[in-house]
């Protein structure tokens, strides 16, 4: 298995949007539907996450305020992370990743921390000081984060509904100082 990761410009957005908007819908749409916490609700549809990606995402990368990374294999897009890195002024020291997912049939491979990793590596190298994420407590993401030296900041209860609509449930906040 060999997966590459890669930092998507703003200038191939521009250039080849469609080449990344149906790998990237078909990720997100399968980790909702298959019950990742990453603010969307079941069902959701392929056209939902053409319009995140097209209004929310590609907006923000094409800025420069958004950082997004892809993880290939095997020629196809298997999962992706953001780093937010336009933040207001008094917290430029500092990013917020965002929706770390890879499909369901990808997962327990190895990827998702090749992507945080390839995600530190460029917050170091852009000088930030500090990356912060929220996840789902107790998500299997939380330990991932946490071998990776994120600490738990804390913890917020009944914080969002949960894909399936039926439980809330809390998130936890976490950080790592570079």
Known sequence: MSVSIELVRGRSLEGCLDGYLEGLAA?????????????????????????????????????????????????????????????????????????????????????????????????????KKLVTLDTRSGDPSQKLYQSLGFEVAGEIPDFALDPDRRHLSPTTYMYKRL
Do not use: K
């Open 27 to 127: 990720i997100l749409v399968d980790g909702v539907n298959s019950g990742a916490s990453i603010s969307f609700l079941q069902p959701f549809s392929a056209e939902q996450a053409t319009d995140y990606w097209r209004q929310e995402v590609f907006p923000g990368v094409i800025g420069g305020q958004r950082l997004l990374f892809v993880a290939v294999l095997e020629g196809e897009l298997v999962g992706t992370v953001q780093l937010v890195t336009g933040l207001v002024p008094n917290q430029r020291h500092r990013c917020e990743v965002s929706r770390l997912v890879v499909l369901s049939r990808a997962r327990r491979r190895g990827i998702g921390r090749l992507l945080m990793e390839a995600v530190l590596e460029r917050a170091s190298a852009l000088g």
